[in-house]
């Protein structure tokens, strides 16, 4: 079983909200990250998290909040977005972050609109 | 600067052409990975391969195959007698071994495949 399952598929928010986007794996993968893909664009790298803990964070701004509450979830929270922040958001995983554990496995996204 | 190239944008087939897509990447590690992901219209990425630094046998699966060659840091990736259900964006990935390349996966631009009936 290789699935990541993501939800919701499709969020519309305004810029006052406060929502969450969620993601969970059960293929014991230590590994865990956020991207951000703009259309026509390759995914960009936000957050990854190794065995629970934040291991990078790509500079994003303090209004995306990760958060890893075991090694199955992740979370990621969202408050007083703009409208560029309108994208696909993809979790990933991946058995680990180094060496040939690397591979990782996709959920389908979130598509956010930010109005 | 970028560590991934594929150049190719878009390339458009007919049915049952064979198509290859080019990726070129860029590392100074001796070790490192590089993938090829899938991604249709419906938006998961779907890894297709793994392929190892130390480990240049090309390989086959079904339709698809992939030539890896260090000697001009190329990864390539051809669809044999391409089918509709091969219309997609394909990305091209690096990872590195390096400790501070830890869990960053670098994508290349990604190139549109259009296979028409």
């Known amino acids: 079983d290789t699935e990541v399952t993501q939800t919701p598929k499709h969020l519309v928010m305004g810029m006052t909200n406060k929502k969450s986007l969620k993601c969970e794996q059960h293929m014991g993968h230590r590994a865990m990250y956020w991207y951000k893909q703009k259309a026509k664009k390759p995914p960009e790298l936000m957050f990854v998290?190794?065995?629970?803990?934040?291991?990078i964070n790509e500079s994003v701004p303090s209004r995306f909040s990760p958060e890893c509450p075991n090694s199955s979830l992740l979370n990621l929270h969202l408050h007083a977005l703009q409208p560029e922040d309108s994208a696909l958001y993809l979790c990933?995983?991946?058995?680990?972050?180094?060496?040939?554990?690397?591979?990782?496995?996709f959920g389908q996204g979130t598509r956010l609109t930010v109005v | 600067a970028q560590k991934v190239t594929q150049a190719q944008t878009e390339i458009s087939v007919v049915e049952k052409e064979d198509v290859t897509l080019d990726c070129v990447y860029e590392?100074?590690?001796?070790?490192?990975?590089l993938f090829w992901y899938k991604q249709p219209p419906s938006g998961e990425l779907v890894f297709l391969i793994r392929?190892?630094?130390?480990?240049?046998q090309n390989e086959i699966s079904g339709r698809y195959s992939w030539n890896f060659q260090k000697s001009t840091s190329s990864f390539n990736f051809t669809i044999t007698a391409s089918q509709v259900v091969d219309s997609a964006v394909y990305f091209c990935a690096l990872s590195e071994a390096a400790t501070d390349s830890w869990g960053k996966l670098q994508f290349g631009a990604g190139t549109q495949v259009v296979v028409t009936p």
């Open positions: 392929r190892n630094s130390f480990d240049e």
């Open positions: 998290y190794s065995y629970e803990k934040l291991s």
């Open positions: 990933a995983s991946s058995r680990s972050t180094q060496g040939i554990w690397t591979e990782a496995f």
């Open positions: 590392t100074r590690d001796t070790t490192y990975y």
